[in-house]
């Protein structure tokens, strides 16, 4: 593999780019949330599970990690419409990146 001579995070910086990342209350949902806040992202997340989003927002916050939850099935139509009209609101209608972690 040829060097760039840029480190990892000089190659990965996301600063200004949103994201949203769906199914992220565990696994590698929740980890590539973690590293989109990691390399500047502003990153909305969710899941079904209402309690388990407010048990890892605690836990990102206890990290100094900043990211926006909401609950969503998106198996659910009027759930993902819900979803896209926060997204829109929350980054002023600019999504950089879409991750879909669902099985």
Do not use: P, Y
């Amino acid at each position: 593999m040829a060097s760039s001579g840029a480190g990892r995070d000089e190659r990965w910086i996301l600063a200004g780019a949103t994201a949203l990342v769906t199914g992220r209350s565990k696994g590698i949902g929740r980890a590539i949330v973690e590293e989109l806040v990691g390399f500047g992202s502003t990153v909305h997340t969710c899941a079904r599970s209402e309690a388990e989003l407010s048990r890892c927002q605690e836990e990102l916050t206890a990290k100094g990690l900043a990211v926006s939850f909401s609950v969503c099935d998106v198996s659910v139509r009027t759930d993902r419409e819900e979803l896209v009209s926060r997204v829109r609101e929350l980054f002023g209608g600019k999504l950089n990146i879409l991750i879909f972690t669902i099985w």
